[in-house]
């Protein structure tokens, strides 16, 4: 049986006066039915770029330059915008990180909520509404039926991001897509969406997408993570194998940066350096200026996937070559 999402040899450019820059480099992977992914990264990794590949909403100058998409068997990178319309936002929903880009100001919720199923299904506005009240109920909102008269101001940045999650639920999609749904919200508020969304997808078999800088948030909510660092994953394997066993240095990093992963009265780890700008990737491994542990070839040859054996989880690093047999690496 294939897989619900397949992105392969994904690649993405921006044409801009001094040529074409490649902010996606040959990504690959795959989602199943009520699968959750984790894709990670600091900022300019390109995270947020592949979400938005995904759902063909890559603006200009950006273009798709190679690679297949394919979504319950459809190559989604072939398709006109009227028949993309009729997957994006309805069998593929996407979360952004600040609500009120997705909330318009100047509507109330339901009449957001109405308009948008109405654009989708061929629904009468009694039964939009009553999809609107159940959809606002799951995601734990009181008094629905007051809410739906009200206007996004009118709600904290919280029940704001939870309207925006029950927006995303309307058309019950296969996947959604979630890019760092919780970044302007307080700690407990995080914990408490982040909760929501595990308990929907499990509640709805729905596939997720959760696109993050945060390793511990990632570490509860997904089944499998694949490391982003400069347009390319680095890393991927199943959460508890990359969280417990990470084997390249910037995955490492990243979760010994982990605030949970401190003694009292140390001090909190940061990866020296700052990710590279997309126009001057350095030649070699592009991690291997911040890396502590680079060896004389990690700035001549860029290192490709490699299998961990029985184990399913892949990493791009040359330290890995160098401890093959002490770790039945299969190079």
């Known amino acids: 049986m294939g897989h619900l999402l397949e992105v392969k040899d994904l690649e993405v450019k921006f044409a801009l006066r001094f040529g074409d820059l490649t902010a996606i480099n040959r990504v690959n992977f795959t989602l199943d ?17 592949t979400g938005f590949a995904i759902i063909n909403l890559i603006s200009k100058p950006g273009y798709i330059s190679n690679g297949n998409i394919v979504f319950d068997g459809t190559e989604l990178s072939q398709l006109s915008n009227e028949e993309m319309r009729n997957i994006r936002g309805n069998r593929i929903s996407m979360i952004f990180q600040d609500p009120m880009m997705t909330l318009n100001p100047v509507l109330s919720i339901g009449t957001q909520m109405t308009e948008s199923l109405m654009t989708h299904m061929d629904i009468s506005r009694k ?20 809410r739906l008269k009200q206007y996004p101001h009118e709600f904290s940045g919280g029940m704001r991001q ?37 308990e929907l997808c499990k509640s709805e078999n729905m596939g ?10 990632v570490s509860q909510v997904t089944q499998k993570i694949a490391v982003m660092y400069a347009g390319k994953i680095v890393e991927s394997g199943s959460t508890s194998e990359i969280v417990n066993n990470p084997r390249h240095p910037y995955t490492k990093g990243l979760i010994k940066a982990l605030p949970g992963v401190l ?17 001057s990737i350095p030649p070699g491994c592009a991690f291997h200026p911040r890396c502590e542990f680079r060896l004389d070839i ?34």
């Open 127 to 146: 039964q939009a509404e009553e999809t609107a009240l159940e959809k606002l109920k799951k995601v734990y909102i009181s008094s629905p039926e007051k």
């Open 208 to 217: 997720l997408i959760l696109i993050t800088h945060d390793l511990g948030v």
């Open 33 to 49: 039915k009520g699968e959750r992914l984790g894709i990670v990264g600091e900022s300019g990794a390109g995270k947020s770029v």
């Open 263 to 279: 003694k009292p009265g140390e001090r909190l780890y940061q990866i020296p350096g700052t990710m590279p700008n997309l126009t």
């Open 298 to 331: 990690c700035d001549k040859k860029e290192p490709g996937l490699m299998n961990i054996k029985d184990k399913h989880q892949q990493a791009a690093c040359h330290l890995l070559n160098k401890e093959c047999s002490k770790n039945n690496i299969i190079v």
């Open 162 to 198: 939870r309207i925006v999650i029950a927006i995303a639920l309307l058309t019950n999609p296969a996947i959604i897509i979630a890019d760092e749904p919780t970044t302007a919200l307080d700690v407990t508020i995080q914990a408490e969406i982040m909760e929501l969304l595990l």
